[in-house]
């Protein structure tokens, strides 16, 4: 969730900032207006994602599933053959999410 935000959030700026390159806007009264409203639309994604309108995309058809039939005998030589399991703490996920959340700091 945190990373639609990020992304709806930095589409919502380059929007914004295209649109006032593309239109020239040097008065510093409009261009603050414009960016008052897209910090009002950022602080408003939360509200729109939790009880706006929804539109679902589905990339991906899921594949036929796979039958696996183990014996006993094979499910303990597959413990015993297991390499450790390996956990690591910073995904990509979190990076991401940490360095929104420093931005947001910094703003």
Do not use: Q, Y
Not at 15 to 42: E, K, N, Q, S, Y
Not at 47 to 58: E, F, I, R, S
């Amino acid at each position: 969730m945190m990373v639609e935000f990020l992304v709806r959030s930095t589409l919502l700026s380059l929007c914004a900032a295209v649109g006032l390159f593309v239109f020239r806007v040097r008065t510093a009264r409009i261009r603050h207006r414009v960016w008052t409203g897209v910090m009002v639309a950022m602080l408003a994604l939360p509200v729109w994602n939790a009880w706006g309108p929804k539109a679902v995309l589905h990339v991906l058809t899921p594949g036929p599933a796979v039958a696996v039939s183990m014996t006993a005998a094979d499910f303990g030589s597959a413990i015993v053959a297991a390499a450790p399991v390996r956990v690591e703490f910073w995904t990509a996920e979190k990076v991401l999410i940490a360095v929104w959340l420093i931005g947001m700091a910094l703003l």
